[in-house]
């Protein structure tokens, strides 16, 4: 693991581009995974100048970790997680990456974060990618966000045989914050609780679409 020289709060797996740049792709894995779960993602994206920083979530959780408790209690969890990504990304985009480059990627537990986190933090970020999660307090997050966030583009993709966080539900609290001024494109899946390889190519082909544009 290549250490970053940072005083970051989180433990992370961090892989270096192959083409020096300032791009950064943030990846925050799901309930019971950790960083090494995601260490094998970034050849199928195949963005030679893009940078990875695989945060491990602060509890733990069996053999993994995750961001907060299960519900009703995520909350507390949430926040704590919030605070710690607002400290490391702040951290990160002093000097070493540009915030407008850089990308949010979640999965599962790891998508709320995107969400919840994300929209309120005080940068904008190039794009941010939300896989197969949803959102804790929908209302509550248009009241709070970071209202420039609507200035970058959101990701969102959804299984319908999901059997962990049901479809229907995500797909709701994404068509209400597009109703409050998001610009999230949501794609569906015929998939379960996963990512699956026509998805990663998708999202290969937005994230070179996003920074070009």
């Not at 068509?175 to 409050?180: A, N, Y």
Request: aromatic residues 16%; negative net charge; charged residues 25%.
């Amino acid at each position: 693991m290549q250490n970053l020289d940072l005083n970051l709060e989180l433990e992370y797996i961090f892989i270096p581009s192959k083409v020096p740049s300032k791009k950064l792709m943030i990846i925050l894995h799901g309930r019971g995974d950790s960083s090494e779960g995601f260490r094998g993602f970034p050849p199928f994206l195949d963005l030679d100048d893009m940078n990875y920083i695989l945060f491990d979530a602060p509890f733990e959780y069996f053999t993994g970790f995750s961001w907060y408790q299960l519900p009703p209690d995520q909350l507390p969890g949430i926040e704590y997680s919030s605070k710690l990504l607002t400290h490391d990304l702040d951290a990160l985009f002093e000097e070493k990456f540009n915030a407008q480059e850089s990308f949010l990627f979640g999965f599962s537990q790891g998508s709320l974060l995107t969400f919840e986190f994300g929209a309120r933090y005080h940068k904008v970020l190039a794009g941010y990618i939300a896989i197969s999660g949803y959102i804790y307090d929908a209302p509550r997050l248009l009241e709070e966000m970071n209202q420039d966030v609507q200035k970058g583009k959101w990701l969102c993709t959804h299984g319908t045989d999901d059997g962990v966080l049901p479809y229907n539900s995500s797909k709701e609290q994404v068509e209400f914050l597009q109703d409050g001024g998001f610009d999230i494109e949501f794609v569906t899946y015929d998939k379960d609780h996963t990512i699956v390889e026509e998805e990663l190519r998708m999202i290969a082909s937005w994230v070179k679409s996003t920074l070009s544009s």
